[in-house]
């Protein structure tokens, strides 16, 4: 299964067995590249592996070493589990970031699977004779001689109209995406997933008594603190340019700039009778 991931992390592998639960995880090295340590073990026996980046990693580890915590990398996958421990399966709450998640706690003999908020981080599974197979393509679950392949002809006809299948339904029967913001804890006794995000939207009639202003700065805090947070790497850093209006704003690096990129998004839209 690995193997048909290893373009997703081409700078080492990590393997994890115990007892009921395996993991395997091709890594590509961004924060703390010296110590390759994914899937992580804490003296606990709690173990986690994941893809994608937790932007708040420094202030959670912070926090947690205030808490009693000791750390011995500088990585956000031990982040995680540390969270898992103090928190529990509400530890995907305190995250800022795009991640599919797994963690295995062998106390309990518990997996928990979390996909991010808006589901940038793809995590499907598949159930084949008994197993629960899960990975970030779908291609590493078919490497399972057990799981059968077919078309969803219904996934095919959402492609085509939504330009993407919508979560849980996948393109091949039998292989289920867990949906954006959603956990999946798997013991035992029962296999739950649960919604532990949504969008908030104001109430219908509500008015919003902000200046157009105080919403453009309003704006500008957030875009500049989101992409200083995303900075954090111990590689260089690069931006990709659609040549859109929203990838231009985030690559303006100056705050004067990012003002008055702002200002123009905001008259675009305001020109099109949008407020």
């Known amino acids: 299964m690995i193997r048909q991931l290893h373009h997703r992390g081409p700078d080492g592998v990590g393997l994890y067995r115990t007892g009921r639960i395996g993991f395997a995880h091709a890594r590509l090295s961004i924060i703390d590249i010296a110590v390759v340590r994914n899937p992580f073990t804490t003296k606990t026996e709690r173990s986690g592996h994941f893809n994608g980046e937790i932007f708040n990693y420094v202030e959670l580890r912070r926090d947690l070493e205030r808490q009693g915590h000791s750390f011995y990398t500088h990585s956000d996958t031990e982040v995680i589990v540390h969270l898992y421990e103090e928190y529990g399966e509400q530890f995907v709450a305190h995250l800022n970031g795009q991640f599919a998640i797994a963690l295995w706690d062998t106390k309990r003999e ?31 679950l078919f490497a399972i001689a057990d799981l059968p392949r077919r078309l969803d002809t219904r996934a095919l006809g959402e492609i085509f109209t939504y330009w993407s299948p919508l979560a849980p339904r996948t393109v091949f029967q039998g292989v289920t995406a867990l949906p954006p913001g959603h956990v999946m804890v798997i013991d035992d006794r029962e296999t739950r997933i649960e919604r532990y995000w949504d969008w908030s939207f104001p109430s219908a009639g509500a008015i919003d008594t902000r200046s157009e202003a105080e919403c453009a700065e309003q704006l500008r805090e957030l875009l500049v603190d989101a992409v200083r947070l995303q900075l954090r790497s111990d590689v260089p850093v690069g931006a990709y340019l659609s040549g859109g209006l929203d990838s231009s704003i985030v690559t303006i690096g100056d705050q004067e700039l990012h003002r008055h990129a702002i200002a123009d998004v905001l008259a675009y839209f305001r020109r099109r009778g949008v407020r």
């Open 110 to 140: 518990r997996l928990v699977l979390a996909r991010d908020r808006t589901g940038i981080r793809p995590l499907f599974y598949a159930k084949a004779n008994g197993r629960l197979l899960f990975a970030s393509e779908a291609k590493a």
